[in-house]
């Protein structure tokens, strides 16, 4: 630095001013502190002024406000945009096909992988007012609507609780803890939950829900070939851990579709074969259901000439169309019974995600089919029994 | 309960079980990056169907090459950054390189800033997306809802020296974005923050 006057550039702009030109002194320091305001247009004018007039007679600043400044240019709303669940399945998919995996998650647990993932993604970009929603949880509950009020949040708690009885079977931690319900069934588990919760669920539930579908995904891979004959206890009853999984499975998009009404966001059907498998399960279910039904006086009794097990008997041919469709001969005697196309006495037809809305005891059986033909009372019987299927 | 696993341990074990072969730890992979990854993509690309299948070649790449990431040399969610930013723009530059030979507008200087420019955009916004989230909250105030320094201080309950650094740390963060090398430097550029 010499003697020389100032020169012609000194007085011109943020770029013209040698580095060393001036030493920094306290007011350099907090000049200094307000380039990311003053970059951002965020400071008052008067500041302003004084920033700029810094920036001509100190190098460094100026550098650094030119930086800053180009900084607040790349500056972007985060796009919102929502992933669709078919991109997840292709993605998969395509991975999969190059490299064949030498753990593969089982084909009966898939739908679960899907549901959860999708619901998942649904939960995404909640806020607290999403997650405080007010839900009605249906069912049916001696062939009468049932309800129980709770939040999205509370929805999800449930999930997690009811999930938790495929964890406990294959030996894994329990998310209840300590909490002891009163009998082991998926509603008294939810209860007690929420009961025990010094608060209300939160989105805090949203991790460990997420975490123990993903724990469970990745232990029935492990474990997948040594449990075929493993049941899960659900209290009341039992289903071998394929079908539980299943379960969950539907339980889980039914549960996403009271969410997604309570917040009204879209949501789809399951993937065409995850519905079919579905629809499958409760197909099975429907015969073991009717006997109960018999026994407890809520359904016809069985006409007079008995069926040998494993003889074709009385039947109704459900017919479920749209996507995952398909035809399934119901015995209605009994669950030993074989299901005949010769001895089919009634034909209900209704679409897949409507018959599986109806097994959750979200649509009244007397409004379900789309199409009946045949026993009146036959068709009765299953369509309470469908949706006696549901529960909390 | 316990919460998730500190970064480094959970990158570590997901790398061991892609490695492995495990289906279901790919899943938990999309699950947790999908939307990263897709939305940087998008960045780059502008267009939906062109994200898509960049977010299948990443994904595709992590599971085929488990062994490329290596998790003593930085988190598996900054790789992942700079391996979408990198791929993505690898698809910029060959569609409008086809676009340019046949006879579309503009020169191959032209080309070169458009890439250029989309590159440091998906780096800008994995920055910010990346940075401590005091940061983002005050460059939020003070740039989307148009607050000055004192109204984000009030907003943020801090006081206004402290609003002034976290503006200045956060731009000085974000402008990184413009030093990462040539577009399409390998895996590291996208790890500023």
């Known amino acids: 630095m010499s003697g020389h006057g100032p020169g012609p550039y000194d007085d011109r702009g943020p770029l013209t001013a040698g580095p060393d030109e001036l030493p920094p002194g306290p007011e350099h320091q907090v000049l200094k502190s307000l380039l990311g305001a003053w970059a951002l247009a965020a400071c008052a004018p008067a500041e302003a002024d004084a920033v700029e007039e810094h920036l001509g007679v100190c190098g460094p600043c100026a550098d650094e406000a030119l930086r800053l400044r180009e900084a607040v240019g790349l500056l972007q709303r985060p796009e919102s945009l929502d992933l669709k669940p078919a991109l997840r399945t292709r993605v998969l998919e395509t991975c999969l096909e190059r490299r064949p995996p030498r753990i593969p998650v089982p084909d009966w647990a898939a739908a679960y992988d899907a549901e959860t993932a999708r619901l998942d993604a649904l939960l995404q970009d909640f806020g607290d007012n999403e997650w405080h929603a007010p839900v009605r949880l249906r069912w049916y509950e001696g062939d009468e609507a049932s309800s129980r009020r709770t939040t999205v949040a509370g929805v999800i708690a449930h999930l997690m609780t009811v999930d ?229 | 309960m316990r919460k998730k696993d500190a970064p480094p341990r959970w990158d570590r074990k997901m790398q061991q079980r892609l490695a492995r072969g495990e289906a279901a730890a790919l899943g938990e992979l999309y699950d947790r990056f999908a939307s990263l990854v897709h939305g940087l993509a998008h960045r780059v690309l502008g267009d939906e169907h062109a994200a898509d299948t960049v977010t299948r070649d990443v994904f595709a790449h992590v599971w085929q090459h488990p062994d490329t990431y290596d998790p003593r040399q930085g988190p598996l969610r900054s790789w992942l950054a700079a391996l979408t930013n990198r ?27 458009k890439v250029r420019h989309a590159s440091v955009a998906a780096r800008a916004d994995y920055i910010v997306q990346s940075m401590p989230a005091p940061l983002r909250a005050a460059l939020e105030l003070a740039y989307f809802q148009r607050r000055d320094y004192r109204q984000t201080a009030a907003d943020l309950g801090v006081t206004d020296e402290e609003a002034r650094r976290r503006l200045r740390l956060g731009l000085q963060l974000l402008a990184t974005a413009h030093d990462a090398g040539a577009p399409g430097a390998p895996p590291g550029i996208g790890g500023a923050a």
């Open chain 1, 164 to 392: 938790g009885l495929v964890a406990v079977a294959l030996g894994l931690e329990d998310p209840l803890g300590e909490v002891r319900p009163e009998r082991p069934t998926p509603s008294d588990r939810t209860e007690a939950y929420w009961r025990a919760a010094r608060f209300p669920p939160t989105r805090s539930v949203r991790g460990p829900w997420r975490e123990q579908s993903h724990r469970l995904i990745r232990t029935v891979s492990f474990t997948g070939s040594d449990t075929g004959r493993m049941t899960v206890p659900y209290g009341d009853f039992a289903l071998p851990l394929h079908d539980a999984m299943l379960d969950r499975a539907f339980e889980c998009w039914v549960h996403a579709e009271d969410i997604a009404e309570a917040v009204d966001y879209p949501y789809d059907p399951p993937a065409g074969r995850h519905l079919h498998e579905m629809v499958d399960l409760a197909a099975r279910l429907l015969p073991v259901v009717l006997e109960a039904r018999r026994h407890h006086g809520l359904a016809a009794p069985v006409e007079r000439r008995l069926v040998a097990a494993g003889e074709p008997g009385r039947s109704l041919r459900l017919e479920i169309e749209g996507s995952g469709g398909g035809e399934w001969l119901i015995p209605l005697d009994s669950p030993a019974a074989k299901g005949s196309a010769e001895h089919e006495v009634a034909h209900v037809a209704l679409d897949g995600a409507e018959f599986c809305r109806l097994a959750a005891g979200h649509v009244p059986p007397r409004e379900a089919a789309a199409g009946q033909e045949g026993d009146r009372e036959a068709i009765r019987d299953v369509l309470f029994a469908a949706a006696s299927l549901s529960r909390m």
């Open chain 2, 87 to 113: 791929l993505a723009v690898e698809r910029l530059r060959t569609t409008e390189t086809a676009a340019l030979a046949r006879g579309g507008p503009g020169t191959t200087e032209d080309l070169e800033r």
